[in-house]
């Protein structure tokens, strides 16, 4: 079995019972001078000062920083083709939404990952979680949503699978089917909530449930539907709501017991306080509104409200063209008004409970997945304020340390 020990470092514990909320957010568990010792996958002491005794590999970190490896609580990661052409038409001013309203946008990545196989789908997300493996991320949500058919929903499960198989990043799916509405499939929304989702439930029951609630997507109602019939056969609910409109999609997915609410860049105060209020996990994805249209999620209204917040990437191929999460903390901090330390917690703790993986990874403690990270600075604030780099000195995933 391998064993590893890091020394001498500033560790980052983000231990807590669950997910961390409100002012608790500030909290990421500083040991000073500490020791962290992993055997096999898993890590099994935590301490002050130096341990009783060293085996097998050895990382002196010399002062700096040993904290969880960072988990990606929202990313798409599977799809075909491109939306090179469709990023200039936003930024020459067309809205997001119109251009999904003439079968653009997520609608023209649905007609080339329905064209594309799945042996070409598993080698973009391979890619994908080899870059994220560099930067430091252990473990991501990976969701369908390009098909809106069964077939294709179900090959890019199936390579997400494939490609997550190889990975040493521990990938949990989430079945997208209520992404949009294909044109050529107006009764989609409900059948999907009549025959797909149970069907999807029992052939992926590892798999979240998620749709996208918005003008010329999924009304409330219809969302309401799919979050419903997630419960019904027996698998979590996800929703992405409130990113151009607040149409109360994000006060329903609380009221439906979604296990978190997705984007919330246009929620209402009404709406804040409710997410604080509420037992959803709050994640917020603000590469897109660098990408989009400068928008950005209320973080700060929200952990004072009483929210636990995590981050996500939102890796996608139209309003988050990137799979790294270290720039999404970044612009937590400088555009959502999120302390460094909360964007911490937000990308590891938090994240880890967004994707039901809290009780294994996300922090570090006895009996947790050695999933770690040491960083180039004795200060963990570098890795936020830090932008395009740099990677983590030393990522251990799974107990093993990446060349
Ligand atoms: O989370 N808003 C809906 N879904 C994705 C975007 C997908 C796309 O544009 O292809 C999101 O931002």
């Given amino acids: 079995m391998t064993a590893l020990t890091v020394l001498n470092a500033r560790v980052l514990t983000m231990t807590g019972g669950g997910p961390r909320r409100g002012a608790a957010m500030r909290d990421v568990g500083v040991i000073e001078r500490g020791f962290v010792q992993c055997e096999g996958e898993r890590i099994v002491r935590v301490g002050a ?7 097998g590999d050895v990382i002196d970190a010399a002062g700096r920083v040993c904290m969880p490896a960072l988990v990606d609580a929202h990313a798409h990661l599977c799809w075909g083709g491109d939306r090179w052409s469709e990023w200039e038409q936003v930024r020459a001013g067309v809205p997001y939404s119109d251009i999904l309203a003439a079968g653009g946008g997520i609608l023209s990545t649905v007609r080339a990952t329905r064209a594309a196989s799945e042996m070409e789908l ?20 990976a969701k369908s949503g390009y098909g809106l058919e069964p077939a294709s929903e179900s090959r890019m499960l199936q390579a997400i699978e494939m490609a997550a198989s190889d990975s040493p990043i521990t990938v949990r799916r989430t079945f997208l089917g209520g992404h949009a509405i294909p044109p050529e499939d107006a009764a989609w929304p409900e059948r999907l909530v009549r025959e797909v989702i149970p069907e999807f439930a029992r052939r992926f029951p590892d798999a979240a449930v998620d749709a996208f609630c918005e003008k010329n997507a999924f009304s409330v109602e219809q969302a309401r539907a799919v979050l419903r019939a997630a419960r ?3 698998v979590p609910a996800r929703l992405h709501t409130d990113q151009f409109n607040d149409l109360g999609g994000a006060a329903m997915a609380i009221e439906e017991g979604a296990r978190t609410v997705d984007h919330l860049e ?51 191929p139209g309003s988050a063209p990137t799979v790294d999460l270290r720039f999404a903390m970044h612009l937590a901090v400088r555009h959502c008004g999120l302390s460094c330390h909360e964007a911490l917690v937000a ?9 039901g993986l809290g009780d294994q990874m996300g922090s570090i403690a006895p009996g947790m997945r050695a999933n770690l990270i040491v960083l180039g600075e004795r200060d963990e604030r570098s890795l936020v304020h830090g932008f395009g780099g740099p990677a983590p000195a030393h990522v251990v995933l799974g107990g093993r340390v990446l060349a």
């Fill in 49 to 55: 000062g130096a341990p009783e005794h060293v085996q």
């Fill in 266 to 316: 246009a929620s209402s105060q009404a709406t804040i306080a409710r997410v604080g209020a509420g037992a959803a996990i709050a994640v917020l994805l603000p590469c897109s509104g660098y990408a989009l249209d400068g928008r950005y999620a209320p973080g700060r209204a929200l952990i004072d409200a009483g929210a636990a917040v995590a981050l996500g990437s939102n890796c996608n």
């Fill in 122 to 141: 598993a080698a973009g997300v391979r890619e994908r979680l080899h870059a994220m493996a560099r930067l430091g991320i252990g473990a991501t949500e």
């Fill in 347 to 355: 990308a590891t703790a938090n994240a880890a409970h967004a994707l």
């Fill in 232 to 234: 019904a056969a027996g």
